[in-house]
């Protein structure tokens, strides 16, 4: 079974523009979960999609949002962004419940100059 | 002040010897708490999850212990291996699913 993909792996922007990170789960997962990981401040909970609806979200502003499509595959996007969005984007996805195993993308490394 | 601690921020030891990596939580109640391991630059891969009516769990060479009274977590490596080294990360995922991440511990397994 195919495992997580992100894409793209690697994302050069400048400040002020936006981006799209694309995620697609193992297939039959349909929940996915987006998060940021920065050397300062560790993995953080960005949101959390489950059959099309953001089903839980972390204490990130509205610049990040997220959806999922009906074959549960999930894009990420963050508008104006700041230096300080610069960091790993994962993606995990799992079967659905909360105790269930999530299995995670390689991410994206986006780098904001 | 973060809900989860993690000690020692990093550690090197020999292979072939043990270690053990302690997890302090202060959310409560939780569903359950997960222990990941974290190669560099690769997503990070579970290790265990533990609910927290759970005191143990293993996985190889790995077992990870919960005591829910004193909210502590520890993740021992039995017999350590060159691949070992990476970043073991602790999650506590309450009910309501606001997760809470340790910042890890950064393992360094010499030869």
């Known amino acids: 079974k195919a495992g997580v993909t992100q894409t793209p792996r690697y994302l050069i922007k400048t400040r002020g523009q936006q981006v799209t990170l694309s995620c697609s789960p193992i297939?039959?997962?349909?929940?996915v979960s987006w998060y940021q990981q920065t050397p300062g401040q560790g993995l953080q909970f960005l949101f959390e999609y489950f059959s099309e609806t953001q089903r839980n979200k972390g204490n990130f502003p509205g610049r990040f949002s997220g959806r999922q499509f009906s074959n549960s595959r999930s894009e990420m996007n963050v508008s104006t962004l700041e230096l300080g969005d610069s960091a790993l984007y994962l993606c995990?996805?799992?079967?659905?419940?909360?105790?269930?195993?999530?299995?995670f993308g390689p991410g994206t490394r986006l780098t904001v100059l | 002040k973060n809900q989860v601690e993690q000690s020692p921020q990093s550690l090197i030891i020999l292979e072939g010897k043990n270690c053990t990596l302690q997890?302090?939580?202060?959310?409560?109640?939780?569903?359950?708490l997960r222990w990941y391991k974290q190669d560099t630059g690769r997503g990070p891969v579970s290790l265990t999850i533990m609910t927290f009516s759970e005191n143990t769990k293993s996985n190889g060479r790995y077992t990870a212990t919960l005591d829910a009274d004193t909210k502590q977590s520890s993740l021992h490596i039995t017999a350590s291996q060159l691949s070992d080294s990476a970043s073991y990360i602790c999650?506590?995922?309450?009910?309501?699913?606001?997760?809470?991440f340790g910042a890890g511990t950064t393992v360094t397994v010499r030869a």
């Open positions: 995990a996805s799992s079967l659905g419940t909360v105790n269930k195993e999530q299995f």
């Open positions: 999650v506590v995922i309450p009910r309501d699913y606001k997760l809470s």
């Open positions: 997890c302090n939580y202060t959310v409560s109640p939780f569903s359950n």
């Open positions: 297939s039959g997962h349909r929940s």
